[in-house]
């Protein structure tokens, strides 16, 4: 099935600079032992991230090692997932840039800047052409440098871009006192942290400011990452805030302003994309032994725009994938949320489609938007088609070389 929209993968001069500055600070140490050096900090993220959830300004933001860490590790799948959602929101969900003037963008939670450079990198590789100009927040102030230097160190691959970074402690922020006037707001693995311990309730209502700092046609890209809790608390926030604002709409990942409905149903399953991602040569060496993911990118995503969207109507079979594909005996089939934010499984008897129509199915993934045409047999939420041109691609988005 053709891409509705290719991303370019990670830029190998990023690898090529977190590695040098990596080898530069410590000279004296020999590869192996730099790479020890980088699991072992890894191991202790991992468990900050997942066990101990103690965060502050010196969590690991203070060291070089963490960030460096950081930079070499996770920053190709953090500039992914922005890629990944900045996609949607550009190629389906209606983001447009100013007709004039800068893209002005605010990244919330910034570190050393994968999700705030992701943006700038691909707004340029599709084709907008206005001066951007990013604001990047985040209470470390060693993240923020490096964000500055590999920005400037990299022109060619955001031209035209200026970024004003800050020192902030988005906890201790008066958001009335903040300038608005934002194309763009993200926030990328930052919210679990910056929001850990608060309820729903002061979740939604930061939300809601960080939304009243975008123009008329602002959207507010929300992402974290695929774990239970952090998704689940994304997306009943983000539903909150828009109840709360009539100026706000939720825009994705579901339609209509639904709100995300495996939530609602309380069920064990929580809404999130996965995508392939292409590793490194590096990324796999630091993995030897740690044995982490790095073959995919998962994370929630939550877009809020000011844009009330078009209204789809409920019968129309727009619906955006939330299981894998699988391949069974007889049978190509996954679930999907259509516009009515009820469940749908969809399903192919094998043996009616030619082994490149099960190509096309089976290369669908996890959070591509499809319109399903025609219906030959189904109750209400099994469904099953005939050809595989019985679905036509909506949103699909593809790495450039797979493309
Ligand atoms: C997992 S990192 C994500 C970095 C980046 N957004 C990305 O996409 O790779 C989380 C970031 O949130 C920042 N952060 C956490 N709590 C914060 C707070 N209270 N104020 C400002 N920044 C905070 C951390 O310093 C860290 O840089």
Redesign the pocket.
């Known amino acids: 099935m053709k891409p509705t929209i290719t991303l370019p993968p990670y830029p190998e001069e990023l690898t090529d600079w977190w590695w040098k500055q990596t080898v530069q600070q410590w000279p004296e140490h020999g590869q192996e032992k730099i790479l020890n050096l980088l699991r072992e900090e890894i191991v202790r993220q991992s468990d900050r ?1 997942n066990k101990t959830r103690d ?3 010196s ?3 203070a060291r070089d090692l963490s960030i460096l860490a ?1 930079g070499n590790f ?2 190709p799948r ?2 992914a ?2 890629g990944f959602s900045l996609a949607e929101a550009f190629n389906y969900r209606g983001w447009r840039a100013p007709g004039k003037g800068p893209v002005r963008i605010l ?10 450079l ?1 943006t700038l990198f691909y707004l340029r590789r599709w084709g907008i052409k206005n001066p951007i100009q990013l604001d990047a ?4 102030g060693k ?1 923020v440098a490096f964000l500055r230097n590999i920005h400037r160190e990299n022109p060619h691959l955001w031209r035209n871009t200026q970024v004003n970074t800050e020192r ?5 922020q008066n958001e009335n006192l903040l300038k608005g006037g934002y194309d763009l707001i ?5 919210i679990n ?2 929001l ?1 311990g608060t309820d729903h309730v002061h979740r939604a209502t930061i939300i809601g400011k960080i939304g009243s700092l975008l123009k008329e046609n602002g959207y507010l890209l929300l ?1 974290e ?1 695929a774990e239970g809790k952090a998704c689940r608390a994304l997306h009943s926030a983000s539903a909150q805030a828009a109840e709360n604002n009539d100026r706000l709409h939720l825009t994705a990942p579901y339609f209509n302003g639904v709100p995300c409905p495996l939530l609602m149903k309380e069920s064990k399953y929580f809404s999130h994309e996965v995508r392939p991602c292409t590793p490194h040569n590096l990324v796999e060496q630091i993995n030897h032994h740690l044995n982490l993911e790095i073959r995919e990118v998962k994370f929630g995503m939550s877009v809020i725009a000011c844009n009330q969207p078009g209204r789809l109507p409920d019968n129309s079979g727009v619906l955006r994938i939330i299981s894998p594909v699988r391949k069974r005996k007889g049978t190509i089939s996954f679930w999907g949320i259509g516009v009515d934010g009820k469940e749908v499984h969809i399903e192919w008897q094998r043996r009616n489609l030619s082994k490149e129509d099960q190509k096309a199915l089976l290369s669908l993934q996890r959070g591509d938007i499809v319109e399903r045409f025609s219906t030959t047999e189904s109750t209400d939420s099994r469904i099953r088609l005939e050809k595989a041109e019985d679905i036509q691609p909506l949103f699909l988005p593809r790495w450039e070389s797979a493309a």
């Open positions: 991230f965060f502050d300004p969590s690991y933001g950081y996770y920053s953090t500039f997932a922005c990244d919330l939670g910034c570190g050393s800047g994968a999700s705030s992701a927040w985040d209470y470390s993240s902030k402690d988005l906890r201790h993200l926030s990328s693995y930052a942290e910056w850990e992402m990452p």
